[in-house]
Every structure is written in C-alpha cells, then in structure tokens.
C-alpha cells in the first residue's frame, strides 16, 4: 500500500514536470534569446522597452556567444540566436540535417576602431600598416611616424567575433604574431591601452572614450556616418537568427529593433543603426 | 518508515559525487578525444603554435601548458613561504588571542571571489607593475604569479596549519625537555613531524593555482607564446578555454581542441588531488 502511494507521488511530481515544461513551451508570450556578448547589450535594453510597450511578454536573453546561440537554435532551446557574425557553413549543415532553416536579419552594424594611448604623436594608419603591426612586421613605432618604442600590439581573444572580423578585414585571413596579447572583452582591451602608452589595440566604436585615441584608417574617421556610408572598412553587421523567416513575437520583437526607436536604443549602448 | 526512507536516500547523494566525476570524464572523454583523429597526441601536446581559427588551424599547446605551469611556479613561490610561515606562526608562536583574530582573516581571504582577484590585479597591480619595472605592458606572468600567489595562500596556510597544530603535544614537551628552544623545536621536530600533512597543503595549493580561470584570464594578457620571461604576457590553459569556448562552432575541431585541453587539465589536477591524499594519509 505504502508503496503504492510513493508510486502515485513519483508519477503525480512527474506529470507536473511535464505539464509545466511543456507549458512553458508553448506559451505564446514567451521569447527566448541566446547568443553573442556583442549584440547581448542590444537585445536586453530592447527586450526591456519592449516588455515595457507589452506587459504580458516575457523576454529571456543570455549571452554565451554566437556559437552557443545558434547550437541553441538548432537545439529548439532558444526562438533568437544572437550572432556577431555570419552563419558558418558547418553550423548551416548541422541545421539543415535538423530540419532547420537559419534565417538572418541584420539589426544594427559594428564599426571597429582602432585605439591607441593619447600620448601616441601617430594619428593615422593605412590598412596595410595595421596589418603589418599585428602580423609583427612593423615592430617599432617609428615606423609608422611615431617614437622610437616598441609597439604592443593588443587583440581580441581568437574566439570572439571582433576578431573574426578583424582577422578577416585588417589580417585578410592572416595570423597575428604570437606576442600579440589576447584579451577577453571590449573593456579589457580599452583599460590595457589607457594604461600603456605604446599599445594598439582595437574595440567596438561603442566602447571610444575620450581616455583613449581612436586613428584614422586609410583616411577615415571611425563614426556612425561613416560605418553605415560603408567608407569605414572596419566594420560587421550585428545578426538575429531566426528558424524560418522572423513569425509571431520573434517579427515583432525584431520589427521593435529595426523601428526608429529601437534603432535610438541600438546608438545608445553604443552600435551603429543601420538606419 | 521515515528514517527508513531517508537513511536509504543519503547513500544516494554520496553516490551522486561519484556520478558527477564520471559524468564529467565521460564528457571530456567524449568530447576531448575527437581532436587526436585529426591532430595526433604528441603534436597536439608537444606543438608550439596554437592558431585555432586561423586556415589550416593549429593546435599545439605546449605554450598553454607553459604558461599554466610558469604562473602556477610563480604563485608557489609566493605562497609556500608566506602560507607555512602563516601556519607556522599561528599555530607555534601566536597566542590564543591573535590566533582566533588572524585566522578567519585568512579564511576570508579564500572566500573573496575570483573575478575581484582578476579586477583588482588588472586595474591596480598591472598598472603598479609596469610602472616599476619599466614594462610596456602591465599584464605579466609575474603580475597572474602575484595575485594566484595570494590566491592560494589561504589554502596553504590553513591546511598546513591544521597540520602542524595536530603533532602530538608530547613531541614539543620531549624537545624541549632535551633542551631545544622553541626555533629548534619548530624547524627539527613539529615541521618534519607534519611534513606530510604540509605537502598535501602545497599540493592542494598548486590545484588552487593551476585551475584558477577568472583571474589568469583578466590579467597573464593571453599571449601563447613560450617565454622564459617572467615580465612577458603568458597564457595559462583555463584562460584559454573560458576565452574561447563561446564562440566555437559545435563539434568542430577547435571545439574538440578545448575540450582535450580541458581533459589535459583535469587529468592534472586529478594527478595531484590523489598525491595529496597519499600524502595525507600518512
């Protein structure tokens, strides 16, 4: 009998279980977004003025990276993968034998400015200059109309997606010279070069502030305008991914980004918006 | 029916430790192991060059493991001396009062999370280095070696003194009865007599430092190269996982690239927690 009723327990906690997460699942108001740390800042203040604008949605949104969002999207764990870069053809082949079908909207570009100690006398480099430091052909920076010091040269760590950009725009594919250090994030990256005044460095324009010097690459000056003009070469477009073109609330939650006033949020924490 | 139910359930969360151990030697096992078809052991081990995404890829993590090994060295040095001395003096020399003042000190210290360790080295200590050794950057082995030194201080010192405080009495009372003042009796009888019990604190130390993550990655600056230099950037294997875990592409080589490093690493640590157990036992 005593058994019986410890039976009758296990099942009942397990339908509840069930119940719940499928419940949880097919809740219509519920929006999940996983994905990368550079576009994290975006989705969360829109997903609060959103939540704000529509009291009965709830929007979850984690980080993790590109890679993490869309192996959550190929795994139904998230309705959004958050992406700095473009869908990579393996992770497409991956989808495709899962029956999905990655869709990407671009919500915003990333220009990536080049910094350096405001003490540094060189304002202006070329891409093939830029290219020559981090593959540690220029060593010096005489070289390129400076001081006689030695240049650190400061990158992103291999994985994130500003360097996948960098290594594709500035190295065009090519290796950084092993003492390159590898930073972490944005602001590691941006405190190492305010405190060494012979380091390069490189961040999103949203992380320029007036501790550090921005250069002017191949003539142009890292800005909002010259980004989207496209006269700015550093630059990436910020993507969502989608499973099938954008339905339902995940439409209207990127229609909300792509609106002017999500575009408004997408300056404020420090994008470019691609309107 | 009660204590019944739950006397059978307790030996349930004993087993689940051994679960969890398992689950994750299987995981890196699994995950780990792919990377050997397409790069074999010793090149993946042995290599110098570690270029993960770069076309064709290269995975070598001998300066991974350098730079995990200069740093952990690094934090040894600081923390043996200050850890035994810590121990020593607490449990030989300081009085009964100094001793309940100092010692949740110390415990304190390890409970103070890693990423404040990592924050405060990046924007005080790094910047402190530099200026005083006339470096172009901040972020060194020598500055990860400080702060992982004070990071495992704590499990130094108050293993060790434990240790040390568990010699019998009647040792010290026999070495002083012989004549040997309280010097001789520390460094010729209490030490040596807790000389196992103070390796299993170094031991348990080199894993504090050696597994350290948060840290290593705000502050060794991450570049893989192998340097005898203290003053150079290095890069220790868990900053390299956490850094690049993110954005790998699932199942592809790099993914299974971290996951051996991550194998690497446990079979380390594993290495040394069953040293120290040896050690304490006896």
């Not at chain 1, 296990?10 to 339908?15: G, P």
């Not at chain 2, 009660?2 to 689940?16: G, H, T, V, Y």
């Not at chain 2, 003194?161 to 010699?167: G, K, N, Q």
Request: glycine share 8%; net charge positive.
């Amino acid at each position: 009998m005593l058994r019986l009723k410890k039976l009758g327990l296990l099942i009942l906690i397990a339908s509840f279980v069930t119940v719940y997460s499928s419940e949880a699942r097919k809740r219509p108001n519920t929006l999940t977004i996983t994905g990368s740390t550079t576009v994290l800042p975006i989705a969360q203040r829109t997903a609060e003025e959103f939540m704000e604008l529509h009291p009965k949605v709830n929007i979850s949104v984690r980080g993790g990276g590109s890679g993490v969002g869309i192996a959550a999207l190929i795994d139904g764990t998230c309705s959004i993968a958050d992406a700095s870069r473009p869908i990579k053809t393996k992770e497409i082949a991956t989808c495709r034998s899962k029956g999905i079908n990655p869709v990407g909207t671009v919500i915003a570009k990333d220009g990536i400015a080049i910094i350096v100690h405001p003490s540094n006398s060189v304002k202006e480099l070329s891409l093939e200059q830029l290219k020559a430091i981090y593959a540690g052909e220029i060593s010096k920076w005489s070289e390129v109309g400076g001081k006689t010091k030695p240049i650190v040269a400061i990158s992103r760590d291999v994985a994130s997606g500003t360097f996948e950009v960098f290594k594709k725009l500035v190295l065009k594919g090519g290796k950084t010279k092993e003492d390159a250090l590898m930073l972490a994030s944005n602001k590691a990256v941006a405190t190492a070069v305010v405190g060494a005044p012979d380091a390069i460095g490189y961040v999103g324009i949203g992380y320029l502030s007036s501790d550090v010097k921005s250069l002017v690459i191949e003539g142009v000056t890292p800005t909002n305008e010259t980004v989207v003009s496209g006269e700015y070469k550093i630059a990436r477009p910020l993507y969502m991914y989608t499973n099938g073109e954008p339905k339902g609330l995940a439409k209207e939650f990127i229609d909300f980004i792509l609106s002017e006033e999500g575009q408004k949020i997408v300056e404020k924490v420090g994008f470019v918006p691609i309107k | 029916m009660k204590k019944n139910f739950i006397e059978r359930l307790l030996p349930i969360f004993a087993l689940l430790t051994w679960v969890f151990l398992f689950g994750i030697m299987l995981i890196l096992f699994i995950e780990g192991t792919p990377i050997f078809k397409s790069v074999p052991i010793f090149r993946f081990i042995f290599g110098r060059h570690w270029y993960p995404v770069h076309e064709p890829p290269e995975f070598g993590i001998l300066p991974l493991i350098c730079g995990s090994l200069m740093v952990t060295v690094g934090a040894l040095i600081i923390a043996i001396p200050f850890g035994l001395g810590c121990a020593i003096y607490l449990s030989e020399i300081a009085n009964r009062a100094v001793r309940e003042v100092v010692k949740p000190f110390i415990e304190m210290l390890a409970g103070v999370p890693s990423v404040v360790y990592g924050f405060f080295g990046m924007v005080l200590l790094a910047p402190m280095i530099q200026k005083i050794f006339h470096l172009s950057i901040g972020l060194t082995a020598f500055t990860a070696s400080v702060i992982l030194g004070v990071m495992a201080l704590p499990t130094v010192a108050s293993i060790a003194e434990d240790a040390i405080s568990s010699v019998p009495k009647a040792l010290r009372e026999a070495s002083f009865a012989l004549g040997a003042n309280q010097w001789e009796t520390i460094t010729r009888v209490v030490v040596p007599a807790a000389k196992s019990g103070i390796f299993a604190a170094i031991i348990l130390g080199i894993g504090r430092a050696i597994g350290e993550t948060m840290t290593v990655l705000m502050i060794a600056g991450c570049c893989a190269v192998i340097t005898p230099n203290f003053f150079k950037p290095v890069r220790p294997m868990t900053a390299t996982i956490a850094a690049e875990m993110g954005e790998a592409p699932m199942g592809s080589m790099h993914y299974h690239a971290l996951f051996a490093i991550g194998l690497v690493l446990f079979l380390i640590t594993i290495g040394l927690s069953l040293i120290a157990e040896r050690f304490k036992e006896r």
